[in-house]
């Protein structure tokens, strides 16, 4: 059967409409888990809106390759510690990775994981079933 599956292309996402291998039900529940906290879900929306001009050229960060945890700090207004734990349990549902840049950690959306959770979405809705209605004897 089809599932839509989507891909990135030039930033956007775009959804085609392709075959899929069965559903891992334990990593779609902690991919679901991790985006259905308020702060985690709002972390994928900044990491989704991220890099911006302003945040590529700040001077405490240097190049940037994703969002740097100052910025996310400062678009949360939480502490650090909350943050980390927030980020490590989008890094286990495989929807963040971290990258090191010296002294600097940058995030950024996995786009495979995003598509395994538009993927475990799609499989809920219900599928098409023909139904043959016999003519009644006559």
Not at 45 to 50: C, F
Not at 51 to 79: I, K, M, N, Q, W
Not at 119 to 137: T, W
Request: glycine fraction near 6%; charge should be neutral.
């Amino acid at each position: 059967s089809a599932f839509f599956n989507p891909t990135w292309q030039a930033g956007n996402l775009v959804l085609c409409l392709l075959d899929s291998k069965p559903m891992d039900e334990a990593m779609a529940v902690v991919r679901l888990k991790a985006l259905a906290d308020p702060t985690r879900l709002k972390l994928v929306s900044i990491l989704a809106e991220l890099p911006d001009d302003h945040t590529v050229f700040d001077p405490r960060c240097g190049t940037a390759y994703g969002v740097c945890f100052c910025h996310l700090e400062d678009r949360l207004g939480l502490s650090a510690p909350t943050i980390s734990h927030h980020l490590k349990a989008l890094r286990e549902a495989g929807l963040v990775e971290a990258v090191r840049v010296g002294k600097w950690t940058y995030y950024r959306l996995l786009a495979l994981g995003i598509e395994r959770v538009l993927n475990d979405v799609a499989r809920l809705r219900p599928k098409p079933k023909l139904i043959q209605i016999e003519g009644e004897a006559g």
